[in-house]
């Protein structure tokens, strides 16, 4: 399945976080706690990922656009 999708809902708040983990975060599309956006599977949204891993919760195989 090449079009693999990726479901990302933020668990946690954004207050006290660095700039850059902020930005990261709303870069994602996500600004309210569990707010889910649905990506593409490539490696640069996985790096961003895994940058905030501690503040969203990742769902593999997605099949709707949120």
Partial sequence: MPDKKLEVT????LIGLS????????????RKIRQRAVHADTPAIRGMIARVVHLVQVREGAEHEA
């Fill in 19 to 30: 700039p850059k983990q902020e930005a990261t975060v709303r870069a994602l599309g996500l």
């Fill in 10 to 13: 933020l668990l946690r708040s």
